[in-house]
């Protein structure tokens, strides 16, 4: 939902966009308090009262066909604003807008099993024992071990609990686009995650510079990032009437590294209510401020 209101100098809008979740598979690990980790002869690990959440949901961890099965549900909701300021011109100059991403969670309360580990010894860990649990269906067998290992009770960790929640990937967001003349505009875009408690997935920091050149049916970008303050991206996006294809990676594609993940996006915009095919463009022209003039 959204609402959109004439200022002085151009437009505001307000918005939230609520979302129903459906989770379908979900594993994490978590520790809210540091601990020594030390490295053994034989591939085996100590660690000195470690502190440890972790869960998973079993319906994959079974013999058989694969059966897609949804162990959870939940909301979020994303809200924000936006603020233009118009000129002379048929479009902006200055557009402004600040939001808050993917602020809720989805409660995993079917086929999820859920463990703490509150240690207050020394724990040993030797792979070798593990090696027999070779197979997926083998998990549940493994943490059983794992807790009998650690705890000296294969049900200890487990307390009863046999649900977890996910938080979403949260984030604050920041745009500035700016319009060199109609059709050439630069835009800088700051994302930076939010740190929710609990299980979360964490999204990737993100300051980037974009420039483009837009028009009625064609128009292209070329987005330069900066990704969690330590990688450096470039990134290419194409707009053909109504089809959207680009990457924010280049150089995952094209450059040979160690890789660490790439992307790829298309969309494709339809709207069947207001379509005006060969006429010409109704963008709304820029307001002009005229000064009142008294006798």
Do not use: H
């Not at 600040?98 to 086929?111: E, M, P, V």
Request: include cysteine.
């Amino acid at each position: 939902y959204s609402k959109a209101f004439s200022t002085y100098s151009g437009e505001a809008a307000v918005g939230i966009n609520l979302k129903y979740l459906q989770g379908y598979e979900a594993a994490y690990f978590l520790t809210d308090a540091a601990f020594r980790l030390t490295r053994l002869p034989s591939d085996s690990l100590s660690a000195t009262a470690p502190n440890l959440d972790y869960g998973f949901t079993n319906t994959l961890l079974q013999d058989g066909d694969f059966a897609l099965t949804r162990n959870g549900t939940g909301f979020s909701a994303d809200v924000g604003f936006n603020f233009t300021i118009q000129e002379y011109t048929d479009t902006y100059r200055w557009r402004i807008g600040a939001s808050l991403q993917d602020i809720g969670r989805i409660n995993f309360n079917n086929n999820a099993e859920r463990y703490q580990l509150r240690p207050d010894t020394l724990v040993e860990v030797v792979s070798s024992d593990y090696r027999a649990y070779d197979r997926i269906d083998q998990l549940d067998a493994a943490v059983e071990f794992f807790n009998q290992n650690v705890l000296g009770d294969s049900l200890a960790a487990n307390a009863g609990r046999s649900n977890f929640k996910v938080w979403l990937p949260a984030a604050f967001s920041i745009q500035a686009d700016y319009a060199i003349n109609q059709n050439l505009f630069i835009n800088a875009t700051y994302v930076q995650r939010l740190v929710l408690p609990g299980a979360a997935l964490q999204r990737g920091n993100l300051l980037a510079l974009t420039p483009r050149f837009e028009s009625r049916w064609f128009s292209a970008a070329l987005p330069v990032a900066t990704y969690n303050w330590q990688d450096f991206r470039l990134g290419l996006a194409m707009r053909l009437a109504f089809l959207t294809i680009g990457s924010d990676n280049l150089g995952s594609i094209f450059r040979r590294s160690d890789f660490t993940g790439t992307d790829f996006y298309f969309a494709l915009k339809i709207n069947p209510f207001r379509a005006n095919f060969g006429g010409k463009s109704k963008r709304k022209r820029g307001k002009v401020i005229c000064p009142a003039i008294s006798r």
